[in-house]
């Protein structure tokens, strides 16, 4: 009866055995997965604690404004200012003054002070005599000029109108060697013996002019 009792509980420790040696192999063979486990609850834990890090580009290098620029910026501001224009309407007109003068050597300014004496920079302007546009031109004297830009309807279009009338004035300007000449000639008063319309653009020119002269002086901006 001892021996039996013996033998059984000898089975029953080999038994437990066995069970505590799969159960430290199966511990063993799950450790790596632990691990790996911990390692990614190690990054949730420190990505709660720690905001992430932005990075802040430098700042952003304005273009630096050149002369010529800040020159039309501010005859573009006078303009719109003292004849009540859309200030972005007079950027355009001031823009394409300073293609069509440098196109055909005339002064921008020049062509600027002319379109401010005959439509006040209204480029739906027309007279009782048929001028249109800008700077007034009257299509039915310089239609060869106007055949490239699809004829007479072409003058309402501010870019055509500039574009004409700045020709106009380049040819009178060497027909007659003289811009005062040329002036009256351009509307049309060439026997009126004071130069009445003349002396309007030059005064307009003059007021430009302060305005170019500011410019250049101002040191460069950004």
């Not at 620029?69 to 003292?82: D, G, L, P, S």
């Not at 009338?165 to 040819?171: D, M, N, P, S």
Request: aromatic share 6%; glycine share 6%; net charge neutral.
């Amino acid at each position: 009866m001892a021996a039996e009792i013996a033998r059984r509980a000898y089975d029953g420790l080999k038994s437990l055995l066995a069970l505590v040696g799969l159960v430290s192999i199966a511990a063993l063979l799950a450790l790596p997965v632990v691990r790996e486990g911990m390692g990614d609850l190690s990054v949730l834990a420190a990505e709660a604690f720690f905001e992430p890090t932005t990075v802040v580009a430098g700042p952003i290098q304005a273009q630096v404004e050149t002369p010529l620029e800040r020159e039309q910026r501010a005859v573009t501001e006078y303009i719109a200012k003292r004849y009540r224009v859309s200030e972005g309407a007079v950027a355009g007109y001031v823009a394409s003054a300073y293609r069509a003068g440098e196109q055909h050597s005339v002064d921008p300014l020049l062509i600027l002070a002319v379109m401010a004496v005959e439509s006040r920079y209204n480029p739906v302007a027309e007279s009782t005599v048929g001028a249109k546009g800008l700077m007034q031109v009257m299509p039915k004297y310089h239609l060869d000029k106007l055949l490239d830009h699809g004829g007479e309807p072409a003058l309402l279009e501010p870019e055509v109108n500039i574009q004409v009338g700045a020709q106009i004035l380049r040819e009178y300007q060497r027909r007659f060697r003289d811009t005062e000449t040329a002036l009256q000639v351009y509307a049309g008063a060439f026997e009126e013996p004071s130069s009445q319309y003349a002396n309007k653009v030059f005064a307009e020119r003059a007021r430009l002019e302060v305005l170019r002269v500011k410019a250049k002086k101002q040191p460069q901006s950004v």
